[in-house]
């Protein structure tokens, strides 16, 4: 059963991470469809702009942490990790030719459970 500090982590966690969605999703969308940039690069450049505000907002409300450069390195670690899978998941939908956005989906869909237990025991773990 989970502690209630990990209820409380996981569900700050969780509305984090779908504002996080919305940025990210605003941003490659609007690369793809009023610049005409390629998906992959649009998800990449969106990735960054979502990693940044994650982490921030993290640090701050979910796990009470401050804000270093260490911790950012795991963070960006962790997300770097996502970012193969979310970029893997594009490849694959393109590859069948679906829609990109079935690639971002895929990606929404398995990453926030694999990154909070990640960031949950490695990122924000506080010293023993």
């Known amino acids: ?26 941003i490659v969308t609007g690369l793809v469809e009023l610049f005409s940039v390629h998906p992959l690069p649009a998800n990449g450049m969106a990735f960054i702009s979502a ?28 997300s770097l990790a996502g970012l193969a899978i979310s970029l893997i998941a594009v490849a694959i939908s393109e590859a ?9 989906f895929l990606s929404f869909v398995f990453l926030p459970l694999i990154t909070f237990l990640a960031h949950r025991n490695w990122t924000w773990r506080t010293p023993d």
Request: aromatic share 20%; no cysteine; glycine share 8%.
């Open 51 to 78: 990693n940044l505000f994650s982490f921030w907002a993290n640090s701050r409300w979910s796990f009470r942490t401050a804000v270093t450069g260490q911790r950012y390195m795991r963070f960006f670690a962790v």
């Open 96 to 104: 069948l030719q679906w829609h990109y956005l079935a690639g971002v």
């Open 1 to 26: 059963m989970l502690s209630r500090e990990t209820g409380r982590q996981f569900t700050g966690f969780s509305l984090i991470g779908i504002v996080n969605t919305l940025i990210h999703l605003i």
